[in-house]
């Protein structure tokens, strides 16, 4: 992946964005659980080589600016996923099968990601720089930190549905609210973010923001109720919400050019983003859904441990 973000403009995302868009489909055309597991792989891979892309714009826009922005440009991701949590919710209860809901979001997002391409960064290709990260002792605790917050964040995307339905009791139609108040704090947190940060410190926000993460899908998991379990994922996304910005940005600050470190740290990131769902449920076979969750309250809590790297 850092190969792909050797240059910081525009080029990248409009070569990732169109696979990733097409990749969102597969696991509509799954007919059983091999071909889902590899149409979410390759979804989670096209994500990957998109969200590095869009990262290294962020870094420069944020460099161009002169002003704090990282974390707020993230808040974007949240929200979005916020609506598609939203969406996904309402198709559900009306009962729109996935290929057609998936395929109207794919248009969508073509649409919206071709009228705001112009206004990226152009190139400005790094030709003589390095394509690869030089390892440190530095970087490799940002990439535990990245790969704890994103297989937190996966486990909430894949799992927090599941576990309303099947341990606290909720509809169909109130699972994915996890993730929607989930993605709700998660942004609102983002965009407070920057300013926190700058002003109490990166490694403070960090550590903190990863020790409520863990209290909040204690609650959830502790409670088992769905008032509860939507609480306790709110407060969660709350205390996530500063920790993989805040990484991705000391990665990307440390040297330039940006996208090798970037690249590094937010392809061990998205290690954790893909192996955690279904590491959390093989698991869940061998015991069940809350005691295989608990697994990442502990991971919150190592990149707590972890978060003074994070200055």
Known sequence: MGAVTARTGSRPIVAAAPVYLGAVLLPALAVDTVTLLLAVLVVGAANGVLDIAMNTQGIAVEQASGARMFSSLHAAFSFGALGGAVLAAAAAAAGIAPLPHLTAVALVGAVAAAGLVPGLLRDRGDRGASRFARPSRRLAALGAIAFC??????????????????????????????????????????????????????????????????????????????????????????????????????????????????????????GGFLAGPPVIGLLAEISDLRTALALVCLLCVVAALLANHVD
């Open 149 to 270: 917050a994103l297989l937190a964040e996966g486990a909430v995307f894949d799992w927090s549905g599941v576990y309303l339905t099947t341990q606290a009791a909720a509809s169909a139609g109130l699972a994915p609210l996890a993730l929607a108040a989930f993605s709700l704090t998660m942004g609102v947190g983002r965009l407070a973010g920057d300013r926190v940060a700058a002003r109490l410190g990166a490694a403070p926000i960090a550590r903190a923001g990863a020790l409520l993460a863990a209290l909040g899908l204690g609650v959830a998991l502790l409670l088992a109720t769905p008032v509860a379990a939507l609480g306790g994922f709110a407060l969660m996304g709350l205390g996530l919400s500063a920790v993989f910005p805040l990484t991705l940005r000391a990665a990307g600050t440390a040297a330039q050019p940006a996208a090798p470190n970037l690249a590094a740290v937010s392809t061990v990131g998205y």
